[in-house]
Antibody, heavy 120, light 107 residues
Framework: QVTLRESGPALVKPTQTLTLTCTFT??????????VSWVRQPPGKALEWLAL???????YYSTSLKTRLTISKDSSTNQVVLTMTNMDPVDTATYYC????????????WGQGTVVTVSS | DILMTQSPATLSVSPGERATLSCRAS??????LAWYQQKPGQAPRLLIY???TRATGIPAKFSGSGSGTDFTLTISSLQSEDFAVYYC?????????FGPGTKVDIK
């Protein structure tokens, strides 16, 4: 059974750096074709894709946020980490990690999400 | 970036009726399009990928069609559990992009 779970601080101050961890089970990020992504959703708004890391270490980022984002993986501990620098209140959102389907580029399994509020 | 638009923003449907949702891409995405359902307080759920392939466990009442820039999600005979927000997402080009969503509510 494939599961993903997000963890990180619920509250961060403006200008701080956010670090989120996605811990997954049921698959290996060392296996060919596997990738994990981060997606966020501000309250009452649409989904926004942030970043993706592939099994071979290739990384892709949102155009508008790429200067602030870093995605990394630790295949030995089954974790994917997202850091976002210079947090602002507009970054308040639910942050999801999700696995891409094997053989197709859509998110077939999602974590339950973690709510991050940016406020002083 | 490829801009995804969805129409209508809100669709009011009576239970038992069919719903037709539209998604348009600002440039061709071939058939590299997915549809998701999201209910309040829940993570999205994959319904359709590659424009018309149902994801594992998705009932046949959900069907997708289209290619290039214009896509449709059809939900036949809506039941209470189908009232939700539906998002399209292109997976043809980086960065991946989502549409703004269509809310399907009870008429």
């Amino acid at each position: 059974q494939v599961t993903l779970r997000e963890s990180g601080p619920a509250l961060v101050k403006p200008t701080q750096t956010l670090t989120l961890t996605c811990t997954f089970t049921g698959f290996s990020l060392s296996a060919s074709g596997v990738s994990v992504s981060w997606v966020r959703q501000p309250p009452g708004k649409a989904l926004e894709w942030l970043a993706l890391i592939e099994w071979d270490g290739d990384k892709y980022y949102s155009t508008s946020l790429k200067t602030r984002l870093t995605i990394s993986k630790d295949s030995s501990t089954n974790q994917v980490v997202l850091t976002m620098t210079n947090m602002d209140p507009v970054d308040t959102a639910t942050y999801y990690c999700a696995r891409m389907g094997i053989g197709y580029w859509a998110f077939d399994t999602w974590g339950q999400g973690t709510v991050v509020t940016v406020s002083s | 970036d490829i801009l995804m638009t969805q129409s209508p923003a809100t669709l009011s449907v009576s239970p038992g009726e069919r719903a037709t949702l539209s998604c348009r891409a600002s440039q061709s995405v071939s058939t590299n399009l997915a549809w998701y359902q999201q209910k309040p307080g829940q993570a999205p759920r994959l319904l359709i990928y590659d424009a018309s392939t149902r994801a594992t466990g998705i009932p046949a009442k959900f069907s997708g069609s289209g290619s290039g820039t214009d896509f449709t999600l059809t939900i036949s005979s809506l039941q209470s559990e189908d009232f939700a927000v539906y998002y399209c997402q292109q997976h043809n080009n980086w960065p991946l992009t989502f549409g703004p969503g269509t809310k399907v509510d009870i008429k």
